[in-house]
């Protein structure tokens, strides 16, 4: 039986000093069929262990539900770390942060009045131990006392720059324990003092979160962990990408400098991320520090691998460091091909508001997307007004296309903080409402979405609503049900649908530079969100997603199609840099 403990310094594995070369890849961001190939590439580049966050809201979208299939195949996951001869670090959170859509949290939880997230309240405590129950049941298995890959389990994440309730953080502990969890238990804060107080927790090791001054950070940490092994739990050498913004990099060399550093002073690591993926369908988080940013589809990170899983200039960097301290494989992994260019015409466009493609329910107040149990709706009601009126809501969570008898009258975004505008005259007013990701980090987490406050015209609240729900997982088979418009349609919102040929099953990437904002499909798989204003420009398609001969694109529209051409280019556009 292997016996992992902690040491007076070090991690001991039957005995022995044990050094964790860790690099973080979340099963949940990478197609299952890709998953052998980037644990292959972590060997290949020296490191002894894979580390993954764990998605409550993924696993759990709805109450009594626990999904395990394909990409949430946790247990296949594991089990394929362990095939490759590494060990694994499993982070159920039940927080995670990970730039993902509500910090894991299901939005369901937040659905009933005076619940207390990450605290120590009765019921979310119960359904705390009811998920980690839940995952746990796949990990302990798995553990390395028996004969599992499973090293560590963390408990919650970077608490102390939250909140301060060690009742809370020692019932996570010791529902973790209860769930039959036999290896040391870690938590992970930020040196800083504050938040590894705490975020700490007595009997569990401390570990840090950073990228640069590894002397200094190591110092902080010992100061709160007097005894044991030093850890840096996410060793950031990249950073994520918001809509809008410039597309984050990190210097090889100061990146390559710091990890050498780290390892130099014996610390083990978890490099956060070896590799990013990809945040598919609408799994994407946002940051809301006082201007709401949603965080872009790719999740590439800057990372050794990139969104695509090809080794980069950072990944040969980071291989030569470890090398100085562990043992490296003598093969490298073959940089990747160029994807194949083809393009295929879009065809003709399913229009939204000509037909809504769901069934309509009648509310005398304008519903949150929360109570309708939606990320996109279109409300509809009639203005009994001749002259320009104004158009008013509380707050836009996130953004709202208005309509006024078909025709666009403007967008209300979250991020410029509207609020307004002004209706030319009365008529039929549509309101197409967008969800564009959950924020997933600070206080703002699990608040509802849509347009929230009263809905007012010239100051008098509009009642009499109704409310279509638009189920994103139905649209690729709308054409079954839905017959295409008969003329050119406007601007959106519209489904469009390609066909396209492949020869072999490789990685393809979307262009989506002449597109407006909308959602893609391929094989009726959601690739993700799409966006004008950058920075990124394509979309990534897993080979494993098609299939040889004909294949099908279906483009959802919210916008502007400018030109209803599919390109798919030879490789990824992520935008122009940071200055």
């Known amino acids: 039986m292997t016996v992992f403990e902690i040491g007076e310094s ?3 594995l039957d005995g022995r000093p044990f050094q964790i070369l860790s690099g973080a890849l979340h099963y949940f961001r990478v197609h299952p069929d890709s ?8 060997r290949l580049m ?3 262990t894979i580390e993954t966050y764990v998605p409550w809201n993924a696993h759990n979208p709805r109450p009594g539900t626990f999904d395990t299939s394909g990409m949430l195949d946790l247990e296949r996951f594991l089990q394929e770390v362990a095939a490759a001869g590494l060990y694994a670090i499993v982070r159920p959170g039940p927080y995670i942060c990970a730039e993902w859509d509500n910090g894991g949290l299901p939005a ?3 659905r009933e009045p005076g619940l207390g997230v990450r605290r120590y309240e009765p019921r979310f405590m119960a359904a705390v131990s009811e998920y980690l129950q839940d995952v746990l049941r796949i990990v302990a ?3 390395v006392s028996a004969g599992g890959p499973v090293l560590l389990v963390q408990v919650e994440n970077e608490y102390g720059a939250f909140g301060d309730d060690p009742t809370y953080l020692k019932a996570v502990a010791e529902i973790i324990r209860g769930a039959g969890i036999t290896v040391p238990l870690v938590t992970v804060d930020q040196p800083v003092d504050a938040m590894l107080a705490a975020g700490g927790l007595d009997g569990v090791l401390r570990t840090g979160s950073f990228g640069s001054r590894v002397p200094e950070r190591l110092e902080t940490l010992r100061r709160h962990q007097p005894t044991g092994p030093l850890m840096c739990m996410e060793f950031w050498d990249g950073w994520f990408d918001h809509w809008g913004g410039p597309h984050h990099t990190t210097s090889v060399a100061e990146a390559a400098a710091e990890l050498d550093a780290l390892l130099a002073a014996g610390a083990s690591v978890n490099i956060y991320m070896l590799h990013g993926g990809t945040n598919f369908g609408l799994t994407s988080g946002a940051n809301d520090k006082g201007v709401y940013r949603p965080t872009i589809t790719s999740y590439d990170y800057d990372a050794p691998l990139d969104e695509a899983g090809h080794p980069t200039l950072k990944y040969h960097a980071f291989r030569e460091v470890i090398s100085r301290y562990a043992a490296v494989p003598d093969d490298v992994p073959a940089s990747g091909a160029a994807a ?10 399913l229009r939204l508001l000509a037909d809504p493609w769901g069934a309509w329910s009648e509310h005398s107040e304008l519903p949150t997307l929360d109570e309708l149990d939606a990320r996109l709706v279109l409300f509809q009601t009639e203005v009994p007004a001749e002259d320009p009126v104004l158009l008013s809501v509380g707050e836009v969570r996130d953004r709202a296309y208005v309509f006024l008898d078909g025709a666009p009258v403007g967008v209300l975004d979250r991020e410029r903080h509207d609020r307004a505008l002004m209706l030319p005259h009365g ?7 967008e969800d564009q990701g959950r924020v997933n980090y600070g206080q703002r987490i699990g608040e509802p979405k849509g347009l929230i406050g009263p809905v007012q015209l010239d100051g008098v ?6 409310a279509c729900v638009i189920d994103l997982d139905a649209v690729p088979a709308l054409w079954d049900s839905v017959g295409p418009a008969a003329d050119a349609p406007g601007v959106g919102p519209t489904a469009w649908r390609a066909c396209f040929d492949v020869e072999t099953p490789v990685d393809h990437f979307l262009s989506t530079v002449a597109w407006g904002k909308g959602f893609a499909w391929v094989n009726g798989f959601n690739l993700g969100r799409y966006w004008r204003r950058g920075p990124q420009q394509t979309l990534y398609v897993p080979g494993p997603l098609l299939r040889p001969g004909r294949n099908e694109l279906v483009v959802l529209e919210l916008d502007v199609m400018a030109d209803p051409v599919a390109h798919f280019v030879a490789g990824p556009s992520l935008g122009p840099l940071e200055l």
């Not at 998953?35 to 972590?42: L, M, S």
């Not at 008529?427 to 409402?433: A, C, D, N, Q, S």
Request: charged share 20%.
């Open 461 to 466: 609240e509009l009642t009499e609503w109704s």
């Open 141 to 143: 298995p798995l553990q």
């Open 427 to 433: 008529g039929h007013l549509e309101i197409l409402v």
């Open 10 to 12: 070090d991690f001991l």
């Open 340 to 349: 194949p260019e083809t393009s295929a015409a879009l065809g003709s466009p």
């Open 108 to 110: 369901w939880l937040f």
């Open 46 to 48: 020296g490191l002894n």
């Open 35 to 42: 998953w052998a190939d980037r644990i292959e590439k972590a």
